[in-house]
């Protein structure tokens, strides 16, 4: 389809210390988008090959570094959000890169894939964030997001819009009555929130 006449969406994305996924509204419904052939996720990782000059994502990624190949394999990539290491440009390809650049050439691929999978211009996106990324740190802590919505803007995106994962999750319980329990156990980091359902409304 002519790319200037394609619909605009919005892209949920959560990006995962070990795994990303991403879906679309489809009338009221969400779809999960393949970010590879046949699966629903992606694993969070890269591989930059020093050899044919590249960055691979995901599984690629992941088998590059098992075959042994020259370069330098990164995952666990949120870690370093809100850190001075993010802003830091150091030697990568015969580039000066800062590791916000490669956390945005990740989320870019997202994107593209994305866009491949609906045939739709996405440059809105609303993204997954844990409730702190640095619980001892709020200086940090706000740093993070910042740096994660300019990774988000040099991947393309230009409405960058965050949600807290256990929001996320309250509010994909749908309406009912009472008082439940979220409990997200992730790679990095570990979320408990309370939320109370009232017919339509939940509270969190």
Known sequence: PDPTM????????????????????????????????????????IFLDYAARR??????????????????????????LGTPLARERRQFLNERLTLLDIIARFLGEVRQRAEGATGAQIDRVVAGRPVHFHSADSDRDRQAEVDLADCYKMAGFTDVRFLHEPEAAALAAGPGEGVGLIVDIGGGTSDFTLFRAEGAATRI
Request: glycine content about 10%.
């Open 6 to 45: 394609r619909q605009q969406i919005t892209l949920a994305v959560d990006v995962g210390t070990s795994n990303t996924a991403a879906a679309v509204l489809e009338g009221r419904r969400p779809r999960i988008i393949p970010l590879e052939p046949g699966k629903d996720t992606l694993p969070t990782a």
């Open 55 to 80: 960055t691979l994502v995901g599984s690629a990624a992941v088998q590059e570094m098992i075959d042994g190949r020259y370069g330098r394999f990164m995952r666990s990539m949120k870690s370093i």
